[in-house]
């Protein structure tokens, strides 16, 4: 299996277009080669068929820099057979829209992010008259390119979308996935999105060579901190990684587990490789992934 981390910022990306925070500002003067751009994962357990999972409004430059994603030969043919969401926020759909050109995709979302994208933010009926992507539910156990590729859905919480922050829909609003190779036995967990850490993903991460997480926030008050407003992490879905309940303490002591960090918000201290937070990780054994980055399983 091989995975391949499109993206690994937060909605807004790093830098920030409109923000001269510490870390978007030390971005913005290393230069591109430092940037993140928004979350994004393309996962394959054979070379001709990819699914991404998220559509980040980056997804085309995305594709564009990475070689196994390229059209193999002719015209209107591409390696990607589909999209898993995670969920219905903006950061992880809007990329859709670049994809309008695609022949039929499939399109997977839980069943209230369907619906989130039929009625509040209707990019299923904006997109229809485009083409023929097939809109998908996520239910049980999905079996992807021709059975080799096990996808398993883990519910983790029904915290919504902005834009449909009234909506009275039945969860989950956001899962995570397990991929399975169903030929090698190799797996990996993809959570970028943890409100809180259901019990399902212990489980989910029995025999895994891999887990991407959520690496949005490193402590509960960053956003108000660094930009004088905005919810704990908590609220905004996101568990922060630091602090007492924080996700690391729940991975450290994994052993086996490749363990790396993905959505960082341009707040978060441990997107600089330089931070005492990003050495703090290291002697955990843990990781902050980096755009384009490379996972054999
Ligand atoms: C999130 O991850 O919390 C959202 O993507 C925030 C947003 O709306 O940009
Ligand atoms: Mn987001
Ligand atoms: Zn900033």
């Not at 994809?99 to 979302?109: M, P, S, V, Y």
């Not at 949005?216 to 908590?234: I, K, L, N, Q």
């Amino acid at each position: 299996m091989r995975l391949r981390v499109l993206g690994t910022a937060a909605g807004g990306g790093l830098p920030q277009w409109n923000c001269a925070c510490r870390g978007c500002s030390r971005a913005r003067a290393a230069g591109p080669a430092v940037w993140r751009s928004q979350e994004c994962l393309a996962v394959s357990a054979s070379p001709d068929a990819w699914y991404l999972v998220n559509a980040s409004p980056d997804v085309r430059t995305q594709i564009l820099a990475t070689p196994g994603l390229a059209p193999p030969g002719g015209t209107r043919h591409s390696p990607l057979r589909g999209v898993l969401l995670t969920d219905g926020e903006l950061d992880h759909t809007a990329g859709l829209l670049a994809l309008r050109e695609g022949a039929a995709l499939d399109l997977f979302a839980p069943a209230a992010v369907t619906a989130a994208l039929t009625e509040d933010f209707p990019l299923r009926s904006l997109l229809a008259p485009y083409g023929a992507a097939r809109w998908r539910p996520v239910a049980g156990e999905l079996r992807l390119d021709d059975g080799r590729l096990r996808v398993t859905a883990i519910p983790v919480s029904d915290k919504r979308p902005r834009y449909a922050a009234g909506s009275t829909r039945p969860g989950p609003w956001v899962v995570a996935y397990r991929f399975d190779d169903a030929v090698t036995g190799a797996a990996a967990v993809y959570a970028p999105s943890l409100a809180r850490w259901p019990e399902e993903l212990d489980a989910a991460l029995s025999g895994v060579g891999c887990v991407i997480l959520d690496g949005t926030f490193w402590s509960e008050d960053e956003m108000e901190r660094v930009t004088g407003h905005g919810p704990g992490a908590r609220a905004m879905g996101h568990l922060p990684i630091g602090g007492v309940g924080g996700t690391l303490g729940r991975l450290r002591g994994r052993t086996g587990i490749r363990c790396l960090y993905t959505h960082l918000n341009n707040t978060n201290p441990a997107a600089d490789p330089a931070s005492r937070e990003r050495s703090v990780l290291a002697d955990a054994l843990v990781e902050v992934a980096s755009d384009g980055q490379d996972i054999r399983l």
